[in-house]
Nanobody, 120 residues
Framework: VQLQASGGGLAQAGGSLRLSCAAS????????MGWYRQAPGKQRELVAL???????NYADSVKGRFTISRDNAKNTVYLQMDSLEPEDTAVYYC???????????????WGQGTQVTVSS
């Protein structure tokens, strides 16, 4: 299973970016999907999670500014980031709990990371 993230880049404070992450390679179904981020010199932290039925959970620092969503038909999770702040600068990683067959349990996978840089 591979998770391919895209959509990072450079934005000005107050601007927007949209991240996408598609899972491929033997995916039967996906349970929880999410986004994490890691800024230089800091630990990786949770940004947002979404369940298979669309329940969401956000870090306090992004509530009201970021929106996580998913397209189950495309095995893809999105992160719409609005009102960006310089503090949002980090490498963003997607994460997913993937079932490869009906009979097996879920395994956790990480994407390769995509850089988001917000200038003031």
């Amino acid at each position: 299973v591979q998770l391919q993230a895209s959509g990072g880049g450079l934005a000005q404070a107050g601007g927007s970016l949209r991240l996408s992450c598609a899972a491929s390679g033997g995916v039967f179904s996906i349970n929880r999907m999410g986004w994490y981020r890691q800024a230089p010199g800091k630990q990786r932290e949770l940004v947002a999670l979404i369940s298979s039925v669309g329940s969401t959970n956000y870090a306090d620092s992004v509530k009201g500014r970021f929106t996580i969503s998913r397209d189950n038909a495309k095995n893809t999770v999105y992160l719409q980031m609005d009102s960006l702040e310089p503090e949002d600068t980090a490498v963003y990683y997607c994460n997913a709990d993937v079932k490869r067959t009906f009979w097996t349990g879920s395994s956790n996978y990480w994407g390769q990371g995509t850089q988001v840089t917000v200038s003031s």
